[in-house]
Every structure is written in structure tokens, then in C-alpha cells.
């Protein structure tokens, strides 16, 4: 008998086979929108899967929610390195869609076979950037994800989230689907809970505007609203007291309060803190429910909810305390708590008033803290601001996986499972959940190095090679051949982060200056691997380094948290003028512009403002450019129709191209949502001016400077661009890679007419 999954796996197949016959370019929009559907129907899905063309011509996110979480072990290696990149395949066409999926690739060790497409504006040529854990992208909200919990609905794994952008939204974990938003609170939301309220399954959410909103988690409709607090309310969290179910909230107004389920009503106000209550975890001693609260004013303290009473302050933390959890190890009850100070504290919960464990090892601050079980043993999770997640064993605090690939701070993580396999959820500001197979290792064997967040990258020729030097995090500037990202050698002597580097030619050999957070400059001979000069006066972080001629004197341009520029000789390593830049803050970027005949250095402020000075003293007074609103971060020069300008990126989100004759701006770029990082230019006579940016929202983007035309590349963590002929060179938080723009060698003008400006 014809059942109908037999007809399901019949119309796949049939589809499938007209479309590779017809060649996929080719394939029909139902082919492309329904050909996974009837496929998943028909039991053959992972078959399907397993065809490269078919994961670039069908519509992303239709199959990205039939391929589901991707933890379905008969998925081929194709279709879970397509989940790992879903979200940055909508809005694209096949040709970028490719291109993503082969940089996803290239990232991973895994040849896909696609060849370079004719239709696409950009293509990967390598890739050193750190591989990831397996992990699905769950994208929707539209601002920073603040808080994950997950939970069951008529056993359906679900998780609740909680973002910046006001809204609650419920996910089928299987599937990756929205299943909800919730809207209603005024201001963003800081804390989801989900489990039964007044046995209904609900989920609670707290939010800035002051409030405690419960939802029915089968519908969607909002049940109550929990007023009382006068600040914002930052954390919300169920459970009973003396057999009651209750509600427990801490909020901004340093108060934690306890609600009766049943009524609504405020059974009690716990007050003594001196500053907003940050966290709440539930826990027991003996038969008492305790609370153990974290508060930005540094301390952890531990509550008798039953009489309201302060058992314990605990004051170990040097800085805000942001996160608490509460478990078991050995038999005891134990909690974790996390903050500003970058430590993980373990206490013992009964009595303990000294730690008995303390983990280090955070870059920033510890966000969010969970605490499971993970194959058997008893695990903590971490969130922080360094972007990782940490999973760490709670027997001795050993790290047992960190996960990569938030591209921003992780705010909120839980612990759970899906359908058997132990999962790891977080939320970021970088406005992404992403759900972590935790079964197994998949970064082994890949990756020999050390995480690499890469903070600024340049290129220079040597000969008939192309250099690539970076900087970054880890201390080091590294040389690497540009044809294929191998690397060449390490340049060890900056103590900590190296925020900026630029590369040239002196004298026949090729040279890079670079600048770091222990305040100095250094000059490298990059042929022979030598330090030429240590040039000192800052007082402060380095934040960028350009590198300038005037009357054949090769110069140094420096800028940083000390309010200077300053210019450097550096055939002598000595320094020559100290420009202040005015305002008194941060100088964030700098560059070398203007006229051969009167170069300027053109430099980003913290007032918003763009200043240029020219290089010859006695040339008169700096430019001040004013038009940004915000931070100004990034700087680039160039020559568009004859004329010098200046681009700019700010944290305002807006590109600005400035006349640097006339100190007038010419034209405002529009596109980018979030702070722009990165800017570089190139100058070629097929294009003239062609602009890359690079953004905290998750895109690279190719403008043409005279009509605002553009194209976005969803590249994620970019921090830093290097433009020579049509490669780009892109330093991101996970490393660096090199990209080839419009390969099919039509010129820049033809694409940005061909394609109306991407958002």
C-alpha cells in the first residue's frame, strides 16, 4: 500500500532530479521553498542534505527549520556546517549564499567542492579563524538577548528569551522556530523564568520599565502583571516557601520581593542592600528556603524567605556580583557566584563564609552562571563579556570546553538537553541565541593554535609576496603570506594587547608599526623578523598607528586613551610633535591624508569630532570636522575625483566621507545598525573610490562613495580591514581571513548598478 510518506519521498525525489538535470541555477521558486519539506515528509531529508547546489539554492530559512537543531546524527557534515551559518544566508543571493558556505567551510576544514561563482560579489580565498563547537544560530531579536531559560510544553523542548528589544520569544529548540513573541513590557527585558504558575505552564519575564509580566505558555496571552518595584526588575526566578509557590524578583531598587502565586499579592520585602539586586537563585538548608542575592554593590547575600530574616553577607568579590546558581557537589548544597571582578566564586551554602574554590581565568566579567549535570558529572556553565561560553568542571574547576562564536558578549546561558543530547543555550549582545552541542568535542583535531581575536590587520608587499601582519589579543603580531594565509613568523615584545598595526616600505624593506595597550609603539622589520625601534611616550593605550612621508622623512602617526597624536621620525625613533587633540578623552583612530604637498593626519575623537592637522609644522591651525554623534573609531584616506578625502566610521552607525580641502562633508553612508569598527579604502582607475566597512551589526559592507550604493557581506566581529586591489583582508574576534571581491572580474560600477543598496 501507498502510504503517504512513500508520495512525500516520490515528489522529493522527482523535484530533486529536475533540478540537478535543469542545473539548480535554474531550479523554480516551489523547488526552492518546498523541496525540504516534502523531503523531511518523505524520511529522505538527510539524503537531500548531503547535495551541496540544493543547500545553496533552496531558501535558507524554510530548510534551516527542516533540518531543526542538526543534532540528528544522520545529517552529513553539509547540512550541520549550513545550520552553522543559516542566519547570515537571508537577503543574499546563491552567489553570496556560496560564498558563505564555503567561508563557513574554509573556517572548519571542510571542502564543500563549490567552485567560484560568476554571480557572486565576493569570494574566500583562506581562512584562520578558530573553529567552533557545533552550534545552531537562533536569530531573530533585535537587540542585545539578556535572558535564556529553558523548559517543556506538552513535551516540546522549549527555551524563552528575554532581549533589549522589549519582546519575549519562545523557541521549539527541535526546530529553531519562533513560536511566540510576546510584546507588552515598555523597556528591555532582564529575566525569563518559565515553569508553572498557579499550575499553568508560563513563563515570567522582568523588565526595565519596573514589572513582572506572566504569560500563558500555550497561548501567548499575558495572565498577570506583578507591580511594585520602582526600578527596573533584573531578575525573577520560581519556587516555594514552607510548601507556597511563590515568585522571587530583585530589582534596581535594591529591594528582593516575594509574590504569592495564587493571589498575586506581595507576601514580603527584603531590603539591605545598598545598591540594585542583580540575582536571585533559590536554594534549601535543612528544610528552609534560602535566597542567595547578588548585588552591584559587591556582596552575596543569603535570605530566610521563610522569616524574611539575613543569614549571611559574603563580601569576597571586588566588583559587582552579576550572577548566581545554585547546586549540589558531594552532597552538599553549594552556589557559584560571578561578576565584574572576572571570578567564579564556589561557596558552600549551609555555612560556608569562605569560598572553597575560586576560578580565574576571565578576560572581563562573568554574566550568567548555570549550573547541570553533562554526561554524568556535575558541570558549570559560564557567560561572559570575553564572548565565550565556559563549561568547567565543578569537582576542581578545571575548563572542559570553551565555546566560541558569539561575535559579542554572552549575557545569559543555561544547561539542558535535547532529546537526550546535553545542550548548552546563550544569549549575547550580539542580539543571537545559539544552541551548543555539548555530546562531544568537535574543535579537536582542527585547531593547534590559541584563540586569536584579532584587533587590526595590514598588508605590504615584499619582493613578488604579499605580507599580511596582524594584532591582537594575544600579544603577538604575526606575519602571514597573503596567497594562503600561512603563517610566517611571530614578532614577540608588546606585554599586552596590540590594538592597531600598519605596514609599509623604508628604505626597500617592509616594515610595520604597531601600537598596544602597553602604551608603546614598535617598529618591525618584517623581512628579517627584527624590532627596529620601541617608541615610548604614551601614556596610555595605543589605539591606532599610521604611517606618513614628509620631504622623504618616513613618519609615525600614533594616537590613544591619552588625548594625544603624536608623530614619530622614524628613521631616527625619535618623536617630533605632540598634537592635542582637544577634548581630553580617548583618540581612537588615526590616519595619514591630504596632498603629497601638504599631508595632514587625520584623526577619530571621542567628542565625535574628526581633526586633521597638517604634518608640516607652521601649516596652520587642525581642521575640526563635526557631524558624527558619537565616538568616532575608525579612519581611513584616499582620493576620490581628484579631491583628498576622509572616511570615517563611528558608534553612531553612520560612514562619512570628507572633503579634506575644503573641511566640508560630501556624503553620509547609511546602512550599518550598530557602531562601525573598521574602515578601509582602495584606489583603483577601473572603480576610482571603493569603501569597505566593517560593523558591530554583523556585516562588511562595499560602498560606492558618490551615490551611497552598497553591498553587505555577513561577516561577523570585524575589528579591522585591509584593501589592496580587490583583496580584503578581515580581522575578526576568532582570527583572520582573506576574500577576493567581485571574482568574476566585472567592474565594481556594473555590480553596485546590477544591485540597489542591501539593508
Known sequence: MTTKADLERAIARCLHGLAAADGWEHANAYTAHYLALHARAGGVLAELAGDVNFLVAAEPEVLANTLGAGLDPTLPDSARLFLRCAHRLRGQRPGERAAVLVLAALEHGVSLGLPERPDACWWPLWSRVEPTAYHRVLSGHTAAVYAV????????????????????????????LALRVLEGHTRGVNSVALGLFDDTPSVLSAGGDGTVRVWNLRTGAQTHVLEGHTHGVRTVVLGYVAGRPVVVTGSDDGTIRVWDQHTCGMVRVLEGHTHGVRCVALGHVGDITVAVVGSHDGAVRIWDLHHGTLLRTLRRHTGPVRSVAVGRLDGRAVFASGGGDTRVLLWDLSEGTTPLRVVDGYTYGVNSIGIGANGGNLVMLTGSYDTTVQLLSMSDGTPLRVLEGHSAGVRSVSLGTLDGIPVAVSGSYDSTVRVWDLSEDETSGHWSGQPEWKRSVATVHDGDRCLVVTGGNDRRVQVCDARDGRLLRELNGH???????????????????TGGDDSTVRMWDLRHGLSLHVLEGHTDWVRSVALARLDDVPLGLTAGNDGTVRIWDLSRGEAVRVLDAGPGGPVYAVAAGGRPDAPLAVAGCDDGTVRAWPLRDGDGPPLVLRGHSDWVRSVACGVMDGTPVAVTGGDDGTVRVWDLRRGASVRVLEGHGDSVYAVAVGDGAERGLLVVTGSQDGTVRLWDPRTGSHIVMPLTGCTGLALHGRTLTVATHRGVLALTLFPSARPASEEFTARPPQS
Do not use: F, Q, Y
Open 495 to 513: 606585554t599586552d594587547w596590540v590594538r592597531s598595526v600598519a605596514a609599509g616600505e623604508m628604505d626597500g624593506t617592509p616594515v610595520a608599526l
Open 149 to 176: 531559560a529553558l523548559g517543556d510544553l506538552d513535551g516540546r523542548p522549549v527555551a524563552a528569551t528575554g532581549s533589549g528589544d522589549c519582546t519575549v520569544r519562545i523557541w521549539d529548540l527541535r526546530d529553531g
